[in-house]
């Protein structure tokens, strides 16, 4: 692996502090690229609190942060400043709004909720309701035709139980939009290492049919997940075996270009 795009920091939360430890672990694994991509906040209405992100006041911090680490470590690896963000259709106008005046470069997709997480499911809890797997479906392709994200991250996240049938229908679907929108899919290392139900078979397998793009993110919540050579090497024997395109790097999707 040479360029990790999928990183967290304290401030969603739930990841572990020292942004400067993150960094090192990347150089020690031999990284070329690492991109911070932390919870994004977003602009809810008053009286919604989202537990696993940062509070927009948080936001020209974390910038500042890395732009630290971009001058401190700048002449020995490549720091990109990231957010993981979902597609809340009520909300992320004015979103992107706010980080036209940021020096955020790219965002990564993670549907995390259908509907605008105010209002609908968290994707990852076990449905049976095909109406939960095709609004999950239906919000992610909206949200790749908007041109700003840089890839899809656990796009399996959606942990449908019903009819297989039904699930390969609407992910086909999906993944089709994300080869026609050139937007690689994430195979999720921390999924793996936590035993989740992502990254799964199904997944890999219809990525392969669909001729997708992926690319491996260590989605690291702690600097050791960056060291984990392992789960790279339990990716790349599966994607072998569904004879998937894995991409070393991804081009930026630059969203103050692209929101000028
Ligand atoms: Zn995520
Ligand atoms: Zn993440």
Redesign the pocket.
């Known amino acids: 692996m040479i360029a990790n795009y999928?990183t967290?920091t304290w401030r969603c939360n739930h990841a572990q502090p020292g942004e400067n430890r993150y960094v090192r672990a990347a150089m020690e694994r031999g990284l070329k690229i690492l991109g911070f991509?932390d919870h994004t906040p977003y602009p809810f209405p008053r009286g919604h609190l989202s537990t696993f992100r940062m509070r927009i006041a948080q936001l020209p911090g974390y910038c500042r942060c890395i732009q630290g680490l971009q001058e401190k470590y700048g002449s020995k690896i490549q720091i990109e400043i990231g957010l993981?963000a979902e597609y809340y259709p009520k909300y992320f106008p004015e979103l992107t709004a706010i980080l036209r005046d940021t020096p955020v470069t790219y965002l990564l997709l993670?549907q995390h909720f259908t509907g605008n997480e105010t209002d609908g499911v968290y994707s990852g809890a076990p449905t049976e309701d095909p109406r939960v797997l095709k609004a999950y479906c239906s919000q992610a392709k909206d949200a790749m035709q908007t041109g700003l994200f840089t890839y899809f991250?656990h796009p399996d996240l959606i942990h449908f139980l019903g009819s297989d049938e039904v699930y390969r229908a609407e992910m086909s679907g999906l993944f089709r939009e994300a080869k026609s929108c050139g937007i690689p899919l994430e195979v999720n290392f921390l999924g793996m290492a936590d035993g989740r139900h992502y990254p799964s078979r199904r997944f890999l397998e219809l990525a392969a049919e669909e001729n997708c793009q992926v690319i491996f993110g260590c989605?690291a919540h702690d600097p050791a997940a960056l060291l984990d050579t392992a789960m790279e090497a339990k990716a790349r024997a599966l994607t072998k075996e569904y004879g998937l395109t894995v991409l070393d790097t991804v081009p930026l999707r630059n969203i103050q270009t692209l929101l000028r």
């Open positions: 999928h967290h991509s993981e993670g991250a989605d």
